[in-house]
């Protein structure tokens, strides 16, 4: 005599075991993207900062639906928790591709940023340690607003998503909760990058002092 679990059980069981392989691979081919765009590893991995931040909010924003007293406000007659139907979201296969569509998103900010220092540091030399904290706070200055606004669009698209009601809704919204939580926090990332570049840069530029 022999039993096993079927159903639903055995399809959520399933789905679990592949994206267990899924996502670990889904971090992988990102970071390979991202070196073959930049051929550095370090800096790779400074883009790469995006996604753990990320990953840290989309958990954020799963756990505070589970709090009574998130958005617990009326709005124009109507209770922000209704509108957003707050309630407790498991870990669900439905949130962990959430997940997945967010690793997708957020490394764009880190590469837009690091792109533009990158392309700046190679066509000037600095030739001090203020001048390389000038070079990065000129390139932060100018690719934040195109940072914000990349991040801004994706954060509105998510909102109709999130409010949605009826056929498909229970199945949207918990993907989309990690994936507005993450881009959220990734704000931080265009202040991350180009803190970890600008190290990076001084680091280099007192190594050349040395030998030269």
């Known amino acids: 005599m ?57 958990f954020i924003l799963i756990w505070l639906y589970g709090q009574p007293w998130f958005l617990n406000i009326p709005f124009f007659g109507e209770n922000l928790r ?9 870990l669900s296969v439905a949130v962990w591709v959430g ?21 700046r540091f190679n066509a ?11 070079l ?22 998510y909102l109709p998503i999130l409010t949605a009601r009826g056929r498909g809704a229970d199945i949207m919204a918990p993907m989309a909760i990690p994936a507005f939580g993450g881009l959220l926090i990734e704000i931080i990332s265009v202040f991350i990058v180009p803190v970890l570049f600008c190290i990076w840069q001084e680091n280099r530029w007192k190594r050349k002092k040395k030998k030269a």
């Open 99 to 119: 997940f997945l569509a967010l690793f997708g998103i957020v490394t764009d900010d880190g590469v837009l940023m690091a792109t533009f220092l990158r392309n």
């Open 2 to 58: 022999s039993y096993r679990f079927a159903g639903n059980y055995e399809q959520h069981s399933r789905a679990a075991n592949r994206l267990a392989i899924l996502i670990p691979l889904t971090l992988l081919i990102i970071f390979m993207i991202q070196y073959l765009e930049f051929r550095s590893v370090l800096v790779s991995a400074m883009v790469f900062t995006g996604v753990l931040v990320a990953f840290a909010g989309g």
């Open 124 to 134: 000037v030399q600095p030739g001090s340690i203020e001048e390389v904290r000038q």
């Open 82 to 90: 209704d509108l957003f139907q707050v309630h407790p979201v498991n």
């Open 136 to 157: 990065v706070l000129e390139g932060a200055a100018r690719r934040i607003r195109p940072a914000m606004m990349v991040t801004a669009t994706t954060l509105l698209g």
